[in-house]
């Protein structure tokens, strides 16, 4: 089964509204990363969280992890055009080969000007 | 300071040729990594290579692929023989330090292959 795997699949909104995205994984990790990738572009990455930390903020990027439950969430407030991109969430394994990052399949996020 | 540089950015082979991917990471990393993203799917790990070694190659298949990362010049990614289904686009990233606590990969533009 697929490590970091994202829903909704695909999620389009109007300008200024919010945009949730959610992941979930099923091993143990070190950290959990999100990177968004326009149509045809490379990725950039967007925001790391660790495993002991729960929110972490940066700009507009709101990001939530809960081990617990082996999920995280991606918020982008005040959402504009340009975000439109696909969002990925990828994460390193706790313990040995803390280089492979694994990816899910991604949100295909539109927003509508 | 340059980010990862990867050419070219579109390659077209016909079945049964070589294809060769080049990936320059950024200035003073000495870790790459290739991944490839087939379509509609996320980027699956293939290769880890440091100066001159092969780290982990799990990822790869084991017929048709090679990766080296010479002292000297770009890392290469080749795969012989190309067949319909390595169509797809290959993405190098690059980090400074890797194993241990958090960093980044810095990732490339990608290579687009088709194969026809």
């Known amino acids: 089964s697929q490590q970091g795997e994202e829903d909704p699949q695909a999620l389009s909104i109007q300008e200024g509204e919010n945009a949730t995205m959610n992941c979930s994984y099923k091993?143990?990790?070190?950290?959990l990363q999100w990177y968004r990738q326009n149509s045809g572009r490379g990725l950039v990455h967007l925001i790391l969280?660790?495993?002991?930390?729960r929110e972490k903020h940066s700009g507009r990027l709101r990001v939530t992890l809960d081990t617990s439950k082996k999920s995280s969430s991606l918020l982008i407030t005040a959402s504009r055009a340009a975000d439109t991109a696909s969002y990925f969430c990828a994460t390193f394994p706790s313990g040995g080969s803390n280089y492979k990052l694994t990816f899910g399949k991604g949100t295909l996020l539109t927003v509508n000007p | 300071n340059a980010g990862v540089m990867q050419n070219p950015r579109h390659l077209v082979r016909r079945r049964g040729q070589e294809a060769r991917l080049r990936c320059s990471p950024m200035?003073?990393?000495?870790?790459v990594y290739w991944y490839r993203q087939l379509p509609e799917e996320g980027l699956k790990f293939m290769v880890y290579l440091q100066k001159e070694n092969i780290i982990d190659e799990s990822g790869m298949p084991k017929e048709r692929f090679s990766a080296e990362f010479p002292k000297e010049g770009p890392s290469i990614l080749r795969i012989q023989q190309v067949v319909r289904g390595d169509s797809a686009a290959y993405f190098c990233?690059?980090?400074?330090?890797?194993?241990?606590?958090?960093?980044?990969?810095?990732f490339g533009p990608g290579t687009r292959l088709t194969v026809t």
């Open positions: 091993t143990s990790i070190n950290n």
């Open positions: 200035k003073g990393h000495s870790h």
């Open positions: 969280i660790r495993s002991n930390e």
């Open positions: 990233a690059s980090s400074p330090r890797s194993g241990t606590g958090d960093y980044e990969q810095y």
